[in-house]
């Protein structure tokens, strides 16, 4: 009988725990991001310089 590989057992068990935590940090915060989807970038805002008199 194989011996169980209790490394691998733990590894997906964590990565399941920090696909969840991670998923419950976008609920709280609002705003979901996807690392495949390239993010929107916005323009700096536009200033203007006015002149001292």
Request: charged residues 40%; positive net charge.
């Amino acid at each position: 009988m194989a011996k169980p590989n209790y490394a691998f057992e733990k590894r997906q068990r964590d990565l399941a725990k920090k696909a969840k935590k991670e998923e419950k940090r976008q609920r709280k915060t609002g705003t979901p991001e996807n690392p495949d989807s390239p993010e929107p970038v916005a323009p700096p805002p536009a200033t203007e310089v006015k002149p001292v008199p």
